[in-house]
C-alpha cells in the first residue's frame, strides 16, 4: 500500500450464543476514517483463531474494508476435546457462527470505538481459509451432501454478496484418502448451488493428505460452482500460500511475502470489483480494479501465479 491508514481493532467483542455452549468471540477491525464501509467475515481455518490472518486483514482494513473474524469451536485457544458432544457438529456451528455475526453487526459496530454507523450492511463478503474457505462457502451457496449423495440443508446467506476461499477443500467421495473419509463426514461439498459471486485462491503445490488428487483438488469449486468468476493459481504455493496466516508462523513450509502481497492485492480488487466498490485513490493510487491487476498478471515476465477466469 502506498501509505499507513490507521486502523482501530477490538478483541474480544462477545456475541451471546445460546445452544453453543460458550458465546462466540469476536475481532473487528476497520479503518478510523470513511463511511459506508464493506464488510468481510473471514472464517479462520482448523485451530485458528480470531488473532491470526494479520497480512489479509491489515492489507484490507488499509484499503477500506472493515473485517470482522469470529473463533470457532475448534481454535486451538478453546481446546475442544474430540469426545465433546458438539465435536461432530462442529462444521455446522462454524457456518452458524457466520450468521451470528451477520446478525449482531449492530452490537459489533457499537463495540468498537467510533465505529457506530459506519458498516454497509449491503456489501458484504464471506472468506475463509482451508476449513474456514469450506464455512465461508457454505453461506455463499454450498451444501454438504448427505451419505446418500442428497445435498443437505442450505445455509446460504442472501445478504452474502461477494466471496473468497482461500485454499477451500474439494469434493469428497473416492476423492478422499481414507483418514479423512473416515473422520470428516462433513468434507463432500456439492458446489452446484453455489452461486454467489466467487474468487478460488489455491497454490499449484498444495499436496493435501486428504485426498489422492493432489493440488487440483483445492480448485473444484472454482470448476463446479456457477458463481465462481476466476481462479487464481499460485504458483510454488502450498496449503499457507506463502504465509496468509501469519506474519511469522512457523507452520509455513512456501514462505513468500512477494506471494503474499500478490493474494493481498489480487483479493482487494476482487472484492471491490464484486461489490461494485469505486476505486479510492486517497487510499491507494497504485490501486487497481480487478480486470487491470488481472491484465497486469497476465503480462509478467516472470509471473507468481495465474488468473483463470469464466
Known amino acids: 500500500m502506498s501509505r499507513s491508514v490507521p486502523v482501530i481493532s477490538v478483541r474480544p467483542v462477545v456475541l451471546p450464543a445460546p445452544g ?8 473487528v477491525s476497520a ?3 470513511g463511511d459506508a464501509l464493506p464488510v468481510v467475515v473471514f472464517s479462520h481455518g482448523f485451530g485458528e483463531s480470531m488473532d491470526g490472518y494479520a497480512p489479509l486483514v491489515d492489507f484490507w482494513t488499509a484499503h477500506g474494508f472493515a473485517v470482522v473474524q469470529p473463533t470457532h469451536l475448534d481454535s486451538r485457544t478453546l481446546d475442544v476435546p474430540p469426545e465433546d458432544p458438539r465435536h461432530p457438529e462442529i462444521w455446522r456451528i462454524r457456518v452458524e457462527d457466520l450468521t451470528r455475526v451477520l446478525d449482531g453487526l449492530e452490537t459489533l459496530e457499537a463495540a468498537v470505538p467510533g465505529l457506530a454507523g459506519r458498516l454497509d450492511r449491503s456489501r458484504v463478503a464471506a472468506a475463509g481459509h482451508s476449513w474456514g474457505a469450506q464455512t465461508a462457502g457454505m453461506l455463499l451457496g454450498a451444501r454438504v451432501l448427505g451419505a446418500d449423495g442428497t445435498p443437505g440443508e442450505d445455509m446460504s446467506d442472501a445478504r452474502v454478496k ?3 476461499l482461500f485454499a477451500v477443500p474439494g469434493t469428497g467421495g473416492a476423492d478422499l484418502t481414507p483418514f479423512a473419509a473416515e473422520n470428516l463426514p462433513f468434507m463432500h461439498p456439492d458446489f452446484t448451488g453455489m452461486t454467489t459471486p466467487s474468487l ?3 497454490g499449484d503445490k498444495d499436496d493435501s493428505a486428504l485426498t489422492h488428487r493432489g493440488p487440483e483438488w483445492f480448485t473444484d469449486a472454482y470448476a463446479l460452482a456457477p458463481g465462481a468468476r476466476s481462479l487464481l493459481t499460485l504458483f510454488g504455493a502450498e496449503h499457507s500460500l506463502g504465509g496468509i496466516s501469519g506474519y511469522a508462523v512457523t507452520e509455513t513450509t512456501d514462505e513468500s511475502p512477494e506471494r503474499v502481497a500478490l493474494v493481498r492485492r489480487l483479493t482487494s480488487a476482487f472484492l471491490r470489483d464484486a461489490l461494485d ?5 486517497a487510499l491507494d493510487p497504485a490501486d487497481s480494479s480487478w480486470e487491470e491487476a488481472e491484465a497486469e498478471l497476465g503480462r509478467s515476465a516472470d509471473p507468481l501465479g495465474r488468473i483463470t477466469s469464466k
Open 277 to 281: 466498490l469505486a476505486r479510492d485513490p
Open 31 to 33: 479503518p478510523v476514517t
Open 162 to 164: 461477494a466471496g473468497v
Open 20 to 27: 453453543r455452549g460458550e458465546d462466540l468471540h469476536v475481532r
Open 200 to 202: 478460488v485462491v489455491a
